[in-house]
Nanobody
Framework: QVQLVESGGRLVQAGGSLKLSCAAS????????TGWFRQAPGKEREFVATISRSGITYYSDSVKGRFTISRNNAENTVSLQMNSLKPEDTADYYCALTRADRRLDTLAYEYWGQGTQVTVSS
């Protein structure tokens, strides 16, 4: 059974930092590209960042330069380091897996975690 479990979300002040983690189990993690998405209340789920099987990263324009995605294939984890947080970063954050690299669309992702809530206060 495939499981993705996110952690690390919490309330933080604007300008602060958070690190989200996602632990995967039940599949050959290193054969999947991984992504982070977020969904704010009343809005559609949107792409944040992805890292390919070989470690190449891509970011949305809204987080480029502030967020860093990384993966640890030995531990089957993917992380999202978030710096210089803004109130508009407030959302539920989801990790997801896809067999295709460089995919920014939700439909490409096969497996999803349950989400972790990030709230950035002004």
């Amino acid at each position: 059974q495939v499981q993705l479990v996110e952690s690390g979300g919490r309330l933080v002040q604007a300008g602060g930092s958070l690190k989200l983690s996602c632990a995967a189990s039940g599949l050959p993690f290193r054969t999947y590209a991984t992504g982070w998405f977020r969904q704010a209340p009343g809005k559609e789920r949107e792409f944040v960042a992805t890292i390919s099987r070989s470690g190449i990263t891509y970011y949305s324009d809204s987080v480029k330069g502030r967020f860093t995605i990384s993966r640890n294939n030995a531990e089957n984890t993917v992380s999202l380091q978030m710096n210089s947080l803004k109130p508009e970063d407030t959302a539920d954050y989801y990790c997801a897996l896809t067999r295709a690299d460089r995919r920014l669309d939700t439909l490409a992702y096969e497996y999803w975690g349950q989400g972790t809530q990030v709230t950035v206060s002004s």
